[in-house]
């Protein structure tokens, strides 16, 4: 350990830290941690059907670790149906049929994309961390990457790191 920061740390220990060096030890921003993406297969993997292993379902682009969760997204669940894919045309109609449990919600109402907002903000960003995003969300059609990507904001959590 270098001379200084033995000096730092030591006055920490005593309780006469100057303030500047107080403020740096208290306040250290988190690293940026790299954002995964997630193919349609890769995120199947995660339905809840292997004990064990996490749970995921995403909403808007947005994976969610549902495994806090798996009584209801667990295997034999009643909302099982949902995970392991992109389920927000399911999530916005409140539907669990198989041709709604997709991520397009071409010819939603109004009053379902209120819903999907509400549900997304108020349980899956309120209560799930996230833990990437599907490749449809981060890439355009063509592969490149969507300029307009911007990772969403939850504070409350800290990103997970499964690896």
Not at 21 to 47: G, I, N, Q, S
Not at 151 to 161: A, S
């Amino acid at each position: 350990m270098a001379g200084g920061a033995v000096r730092v740390l030591l006055a920490a220990l005593l309780g006469v830290l100057p303030a500047a060096a107080e403020r740096e030890l208290r306040f250290k921003p988190p690293a940026e941690a790299p954002v995964r993406l997630f193919t349609e297969p890769d995120l199947a993997r995660y339905d809840g059907q292997q004990e064990g292993q996490p749970i995921y379902l995403a909403v808007k682009g947005v994976v969610f670790d549902v495994t806090s969760g798996k009584e209801f997204y667990g295997k034999g669940a009643p909302y099982n149906a949902l995970v392991g894919k992109d389920s927000t045309r399911g999530v916005a109609k409140m539907s669990l049929d198989p041709a709604d449990l997709t991520h397009d919600i071409t010819g939603l109402t109004e009053e379902e994309l209120k819903s999907l907002d509400d549900i997304f903000n108020n349980v899956y960003k309120a209560k799930y961390p996230i833990v990437g995003y599907t490749s449809r969300r981060i890439l355009n059609e063509d592969g490149s990457p969507n300029l307009d990507f911007k990772p969403e904001d939850q504070p409350h959590f800290n990103i997970k790191d499964e690896f």
